[in-house]
């Protein structure tokens, strides 16, 4: 008989004993410091670097091994599936979970327990929905399965270094990389080190989550498994990594992808310095960084740097607009000066105003 062919090799370092990871990808926020970006779509579907933001995280999981992904999913549930579809174009299988209302980040993966294969050993990687990061997640998830004093790890957290750890989940650490303590946004940050919105979850662990309420995985989940003993380990790698949750985070993290500062699988572009759509007309100047979606327009003497267009936003002639995210439909009359600002769908910036810069524009307004 002749030889089987070997199946091509799995990027990921899989152990004859183990199972091929699924992921979940918490996306249902409401968006609040992405507003009025937000006001009629997730942040997780903005587009960053010219694609929406999923793209860049279902790919880089496609890249790391993962062949099924879960999106938990509340505010604006029904516009995920039209931008993501079933996932084929990224080589994943895409499963929808909604929930009515929002259960919390820890509700929520125990919400889509019954949408993941069994194994109660698997691994299953979850992500923050609004989290660019190059970390190694081949090298995370080889780490997960190293066994500690013949005890495997229950859940491994990636880790990262801010200088700021405020806004953070702080996560100290012993020198084993066990983890110690998990303290959510506290004023008085106990280390510099914290959580940077990537688990590897033991599918058994998912299903100790209470199910059928609020569950925070910040502030209930991690502090109980620490306190009961469980073996939470850190995976600390200081690769790009931001949290795109702001529109000044859109901003840099788009600028950074356009320039070849952060890299995704999602985007196969040679770093260049701006990205402009086929379908969009430029007759300005668009640098820094900048991207400019299907159907936007920079009319000639306008000058648009390090910003975001999104699909139909019109700069008018002679405009200014500089670290700003123009949202679709945003009008901007000539001779105008947009720094630093959020301007919502279909707004209108009046010919030679001056926005204050770091305003924020609601969406249908006139600024
Ligand atoms: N499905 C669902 N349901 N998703 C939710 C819910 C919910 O009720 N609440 C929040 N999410 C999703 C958000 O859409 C986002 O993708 C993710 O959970 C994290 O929520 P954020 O609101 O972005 O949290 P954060 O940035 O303040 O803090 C989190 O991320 C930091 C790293 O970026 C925490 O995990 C911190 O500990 C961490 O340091
Ligand atoms: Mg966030």
Not at 200 to 220: H, N, Q
Not at 291 to 302: H, R
Request: hydrophobic share 45%; with cysteine.
């Amino acid at each position: 008989m002749p030889a089987t062919p070997r199946p091509a090799a799995s990027p990921v370092p899989v152990r004859p004993d183990t199972l091929a990871p699924e992921a979940v990808i918490v996306a249902g926020g409401f968006g609040t410091r992405m507003l009025p970006l937000t006001e009629r779509r997730p942040k997780h579907l903005l587009e960053v670097g010219g694609v929406a933001f999923l793209e860049h995280q279902i790919s880089t999981l496609a890249a790391a091994g993962v062949g099924h992904v879960v999106l938990a999913t509340s505010y604006h549930a029904e516009l995920f599936f039209p931008v993501l579809g079933d996932g084929s174009r990224f080589g994943v299988r895409l499963s929808y979970v909604t929930e009515d209302e929002p259960l919390g980040t820890g509700g929520a993966i125990r919400n889509v327990a019954g949408a993941l294969a069994p194994e109660p050993e698997r691994a299953v990687v979850v992500l923050n929905g609004d989290v660019l990061s190059g970390h190694d997640l081949v090298a995370q998830l080889a780490d997960f399965e190293q066994p500690r004093d013949g005890r495997a790890v229950d859940v491994s957290l990636h880790l990262v270094e801010v200088a700021d750890a405020r806004a953070f989940g702080c996560v100290p650490t012993d020198e084993g990389r066990r983890v110690l303590a998990f303290v959510e946004k506290s004023d008085d940050p106990v280390s510099n080190q914290v959580n940077a919105g990537c688990y590897v979850f033991r599918r058994r662990v998912v299903d100790d989550i209470p199910a059928g309420r609020v569950v925070s995985v910040e502030r209930e989940t991690f502090p109980g498994l620490v306190a009961d003993g469980a073996l939470v380990v850190g995976w600390v790698e200081s690769a790009y990594w931001r949290d795109v949750g702001s529109p000044a985070a859109l901003v840099a993290a788009s600028r950074d992808l356009v320039l070849g500062t952060a890299t995704s699988p999602a985007v196969r572009r040679a770093p260049a310095p701006a990205w402009v759509d086929p379908g969009a007309r430029v007759e300005g100047e668009v640098s820094d960084g900048s991207s400019v979606a299907v159907g936007a327009q920079v009319a000639a003497g306008a000058t648009v740097r390090g910003s975001v267009l999104m699909p139909g936003a019109v700069v008018g002639a002679g405009s200014e607009v500089v670290d700003s995210v123009l949202g679709p439909g945003v009008r901007v009359g000539a001779g105008a000066r947009v720094h630093g600002c959020a301007v919502g769908d279909e707004a209108a910036v009046p010919d030679g105003a001056m926005l204050e810069p770091g305003s924020r524009v609601a969406c249908g307004s006139t600024a």
